[in-house]
C-alpha cells in the first residue's frame, strides 16, 4: 500500500453535470498530481499541486480544475462532463516534486 | 470483440524465465526515468527508476537499462513469478520542473505457471 487514499472509488455521472474526487496523500508528502486513465491506455498528466499551488498542467480544459489543502490533500474537479471523461482518475503524491510519485487505486468516473 | 485501445503490447513467459520489457521514450530531453506496475483495478505501483546520468540500475529482481543514443529504456525481471503479471509502463520526466510524467502505452505481461 502507498499510504495515498481516494474517493470514492467509483462514481456514476450524467453528462454536463459536475463531479469532485479526492485524494489524500501520503504523510509528509507536499506535492500531489492528478492523471486520468483511459481504458486501455497510460495516464495522462492532468496537473500537479505543490504547497498548495499549481505547479504544472497537462493538456486539459480549464472545466478540469484543482485544490490542494493545508494538509495537502488535494480535490480534482470537473464541470460540465462529457462522455469522454469516463476514465479512471490517480492521484500520486510525492515529496517534494521531482521525486518518486506513488499512487492511489484511484476513482473510477462513468459518465452516461 | 475487443475495444479501440485494448491492443496493448502483449508478452508471455513461462514462470523462473527471465522477462525484458522495452519501451521507446520520446524526448531527449527527458532527465528521469520510471517503471510501474499496474495491477488490474490498482493504481501504478512504482517499481524502480533511473535518472539520466547512470546507464543501468538494478533492483530486487529488476534491473533497468537506459540507451539514450536510441531513446530506450527496458525492464528486466529475473526468475518472473505469477505475481508479475500485470500492466508495466515506462514513465518519462521531461523535466520541465512539474515533474509531470509521461506515460507509455503499456506492455501487459503475463507468466504462465
Known amino acids: 500500500e502507498t499510504g495515498v487514499t481516494q474517493s470514492p472509488t467509483h462514481l456514476i455521472k450524467t453528462r454536463g453535470q459536475q463531479v469532485t474526487l479526492r485524494c489524500s496523500s501520503q504523510?509528509?508528502?507536499?506535492?500531489v498530481s492528478w492523471y486520468q486513465q483511459a481504458l486501455g491506455q497510460g495516464p495522462q498528466f492532468i496537473f500537479q499541486y505543490y504547497r498548495e499551488e499549481e505547479n504544472g498542467r497537462g493538456n486539459f480544459p480549464p472545466r478540469f480544475s484543482g485544490l490542494q489543502f493545508p494538509n495537502y490533500s488535494s480535490e480534482l474537479n470537473v464541470n460540465a462532463l462529457e462522455l469522454d471523461d469516463s476514465a479512471l482518475y490517480l492521484c500520486a503524491s510525492s515529496l517534494e516534486h521531482g521525486n518518486i510519485q506513488y499512487f492511489g487505486a484511484g476513482t473510477r468516473l462513468s459518465v452516461l | 470483440g475487443e475495444s479501440v485501445g485494448l491492443h496493448l503490447p502483449t508478452l508471455s513467459v513461462q514462470e523462473g524465465d527471465n522477462s525484458i520489457i522495452n519501451c521507446a521514450y520520446s524526448?531527449?530531453?527527458?532527465?528521469?526515468f520510471i517503471w510501474y506496475k499496474q495491477e488490474s483495478g490498482k493504481g501504478p505501483q512504482f517499481i524502480i527508476d533511473i535518472r539520466s546520468n547512470m546507464d543501468k540500475r538494478q533492483g530486487q529482481r529488476v534491473t533497468v537499462l537506459l540507451n539514450k543514443t536510441v531513446k530506450h529504456l527496458s525492464l528486466q525481471i529475473a526468475a518472473t513469478q505469477p505475481g508479475d503479471s500485470a500492466v508495466y509502463f515506462c514513465a518519462e520526466n521531461i523535466g520541465t520542473g512539474a515533474n509531470n510524467l509521461f506515460f507509455g502505452t503499456g506492455t501487459r505481461l503475463t507468466v504462465i505457471p
Open positions: 524526448n531527449s530531453a527527458s532527465d528521469y
Open positions: 504523510s509528509g508528502h507536499n506535492t
